[in-house]
C-alpha cells in the first residue's frame, strides 16, 4: 500500500526523546483525524494520541505530558514528539488515518525501544 509511511523510530536511552512521522499520500483527501498507537509484545494494542483537523488532541495517561501529537494538514502528515521516554514505552508505534473515502488507513509500524 504505501499509503502512510511511518519514520523515526529507534533505539534511546531512558530519559531520552525520538520524534516519530507519519505521512500519507497526497492523494488522500478528507482525513478527519490522525493518531498513533503502540503495541508491546504480549500486549494489546493501545491509544497513544490522537489529534483532529482541527487540533483538537487526546493523549492516554501513560504519556501525558512527555508526548506531544501534531500534524500539518498541507502535507497529509502527523507527528509524535516523544521526550523523557520509559523503557515501558518500547513497543511498535503505528500511526492511524481515519479517511472520508478510504476508512481507516494504518502504517506499516515502526519499532521504538528505550534502554539503557
Known amino acids: 500500500q504505501g499509503q502512510l509511511v511511518e519514520s523515526g523510530g529507534g533505539l534511546v536511552q531512558p530519559g531520552g526523546s525520538l520524534r516519530l512521522s507519519c505521512a500519507a499520500s497526497r492523494s488522500i483527501f478528507g482525513i478527519s483525524t490522525m493518531g498513533w498507537y503502540r503495541q508491546a509484545p504480549g500486549q494489546e494494542r493501545e491509544l497513544v494520541a490522537v489529534?483532529?483537523?482541527?487540533?483538537?488532541?487526546h493523549y492516554a495517561d501513560s504519556v501525558k505530558g512527555r508526548f506531544t501529537i501534531s500534524r500539518d494538514n498541507a502535507k497529509n502528515a502527523a507527528y509524535l514528539q516523544m521526550t523523557r521516554l520509559k523503557p515501558e514505552d518500547t513497543a511498535v508505534y503505528y500511526c492511524?488515518?481515519?479517511?472520508?473515502?478510504?476508512?481507516?488507513?494504518w502504517g506499516q509500524g515502526t519499532q521504538v525501544t528505550v534502554s539503557s
Open positions: 492511524r488515518a481515519s479517511s472520508l473515502q478510504l476508512g481507516a488507513l
Open positions: 489529534i483532529s483537523r482541527f487540533g483538537d488532541t
